[in-house]
């Protein structure tokens, strides 16, 4: 079976020209963790201290990249928005880092 993840802005949401493919998978697993790479980079680069989780995911929804899988697979199921709602809980609960000076 194959899994194809491709790619969309969400900025340009539904338009042809923006959409890319990021690779094609032979596992479901493998291509819905290039998938979540794809929302956690974008995650990691819109996050700023201070930040809430709404914040940082309207951000998300405004700028970042919308990935997804297509596949015949109909257990393979993966929504970057639902992954992204999930993971600005995570990202914006942390902790702040604090730099030491030595």
Do not use: W
């Not at 802005?9 to 493919?21: G, K, M, Q, V």
């Not at 995650?43 to 995911?57: C, I, K, Q, V």
């Not at 405004?62 to 993971?87: K, Q, T, V």
């Amino acid at each position: 079976m194959k899994y194809t993840v491709r790619i969309e802005e969400n900025s340009h949401y539904a338009d042809e020209s923006e959409r890319r493919t990021l690779g094609e998978f032979v596992d479901a697993e493998v291509a819905v963790c290039a998938a979540r790479k794809v929302v956690d980079d974008d995650l990691n680069s819109l996050f700023r201290p201070g930040m809430t989780t709404d914040e940082l995911y309207r951000h998300y929804v405004s700028f970042g990249h919308d990935a997804y899988i297509i596949s015949d697979d109909p257990d393979c199921r993966f929504s970057a928005r639902d992954y992204a709602r999930e993971r600005c809980q995570q990202i914006c609960s942390q902790p702040p880092h604090t730099e030491h000076n030595t």
